[in-house]
């Protein structure tokens, strides 16, 4: 009895340890990066996504590849999105209290997000009619068997002429985005897409 007891006892140890290294509270993003909102070149993250309309399902990665200067003299980062052999690029701009994601480095911003962030928070998109941000809540993730408790829940809703798109992510400060869904229904054609986080190098710091 006390050799079976002996044997199991470093086993129990070991599930131990597992459960409570998995177990990643808010603050240690804190240590990842020293932006609310990462927005560093060098940062990387991988996404498990899903179209559910095509049934389909692929890796999606982001890298954030290098500044770019428009002739407003303000610097952006240009974020990459690799999916199979295709690409797409955006460039994102942090301030005090925002940022802006533009598709173009010409023109207004697609989009804005105000941070920090808090529940009860809404702000409209200036230069977009219809176009409204409210942060929902702030949840709490599993992502790998790390949890975190202020995943903050932010929906995007905007109507236009033929365009119409619901956009619902959870954003972990000092992480980034780490689970997204959206709605996008575009003069007839319809997007629909699941992204869930799987590995991301944030600050120097891969987690995987």
């Given at each position: 009895?006390?050799?079976g ?6 086993v129990?140890i ?16 804190k ?7 990462p927005?560093?070149?060098g940062?990387?993250?991988i ?6 309309l095509?049934?389909?399902?692929t ?6 590849v290098?500044?770019s ?5 303000k610097s ?5 999105f ?18 802006l994601f533009?598709r ?6 697609q989009e804005i997000?105000?941070?920090?962030l ?12 219809r ?11 599993i992502?790998n068997?790390h949890e ?12 236009a002429?033929?365009d119409?798109?619901t956009d619902?992510?959870w954003?972990?400060p ?20 699941n ?5 991301f190098?944030v600050g120097g710091?891969?987690?995987?």
């Open positions: 009895m006390k050799k007891t002996t044997q199991s006892l470093p129990f070991l599930i131990l340890f597992l459960i409570l290294a998995g177990c990643v509270k808010e603050n240690d993003c240590k990842l990066s020293d932006e609310y909102f927005n560093q070149v940062n990387w993250w996404y498990n996504r899903f179209d559910s095509k049934m389909e399902r890796s999606l990665r982001v890298d954030i290098s500044d200067t428009t002739k407003d003299g952006y980062r240009m974020w990459v690799s999916k199979s052999n295709l690409y797409d690029t955006l460039y994102v701009r942090t301030t005090n209290d925002s940022v533009f173009y480095l010409e023109g207004f911003p997000m105000l941070i920090p808090a529940v009860g928070k809404k702000w409209s998109h200036p230069f977009m009619i176009d409204s941000t409210f942060v929902l809540s702030k949840d709490s993730l992502l068997y975190y408790t202020d995943a903050f829940r932010v929906q995007r809703r905007m109507f002429f033929n119409y798109l619902t992510r954003v972990i000092h992480l980034g985005i780490s689970k997204l869904q959206n709605w996008h229904y575009l003069f007839g054609w319809i997007s629909k897409e992204w869930q986080l799987e590995d190098s710091k891969t987690f995987r």
